[in-house]
């Protein structure tokens, strides 16, 4: 079993659509939770951060974390073309620079 | 420059083949972190540089690959004797700081052993 599990779809869903996407983890010790959207042929661009457990919106985006059921989720409200990509969820021991643990990533398609 | 550099785009080997992909971290940038990533997957930790130093490698999948920084800014991942299972894209990220989340991707270079 991987550290971290994700769902790689793929997901197809109406531009206006509210968009969930999820991982699971195994390792209690995780503290730190981010998602990343990648486009094809592109590297991973930094949209969410969260710290333990708790809610984050930023604009269209809520990053959630539950600690206690080792689950991450995110959210896209109103769902745009321009989100078609894939969708990694990453996390991390502390906040040094230590490495990142990788979801496979959902892709998703949101089709206008 | 503006970003993360990553050059060649894409490398087409022989199997048996030494091939090395070159990283420009943006300028300043402290830290620099090597992924691999292989088709449908997530990236996975190659190594870490803080300035020249090397201070991990536990992700190296063999004694075939090597990293180096040797002025502290630019990278060379080198992997020797290629096979068939290193066909990946190899990504390259950089950090000012400390903080993990503060990682720059570059859009990799895509390894196709043949």
């Known amino acids: 079993q991987k550290e971290v599990e994700q769902d790689p779809g793929p997901l197809s869903v109406p531009e206006g659509a509210i968009v969930s996407l999820n991982c699971t983890y195994s390792?209690?010790?995780?503290?730190?939770f981010m998602w990343y959207r990648q486009y094809s042929r592109k590297g991973p661009e930094l949209l969410m951060y969260?710290?333990?457990?708790g809610n984050k919106e930023d604009g269209r985006f809520t990053a959630q974390v539950d600690k206690s059921s080792k689950y991450i989720s995110l959210f896209i409200r109103d769902s745009q073309p321009s989100d078609s990509a894939t969708y990694l969820c990453?996390?991390?021991?502390?906040?040094?620079?230590?490495?990142?643990?990788f979801g496979k990533g959902t892709r998703l398609s949101v089709i206008a | 420059g503006a970003g993360v550099s990553q050059s060649p785009r894409y490398k087409v080997a022989k199997r048996g083949q030494d091939v090395a992909l070159r990283c420009d971290p943006i300028s300043g940038h402290v830290s620099l972190f090597w992924y691999q990533q292989a088709l449908g997957q997530g990236p996975e930790f190659l190594t870490y540089?803080?300035?020249?130093?090397?201070?991990?490698k536990s992700g190296l999948p063999s004694d075939r690959f090597f990293a180096e920084r040797p002025e502290g800014s630019v990278s060379t991942l080198k992997i020797q004797r290629t096979q068939q299972e290193d066909s990946a894209v190899y990504l390259c990220?950089?950090?000012?700081?400390?903080?993990?989340?503060?990682?720059?991707f570059g859009s990799g270079t895509r390894l196709t052993v043949v």
């Open positions: 969260t710290y333990s457990s």
């Open positions: 990220a950089s950090s000012l700081g400390s903080k993990s989340y503060g990682y720059t």
């Open positions: 540089f803080q300035n020249e130093a090397q201070l991990d």
């Open positions: 990453a996390m991390t021991r502390n906040s040094g620079n230590t490495p990142l643990v």
């Open positions: 390792n209690s010790a995780f503290q730190y």
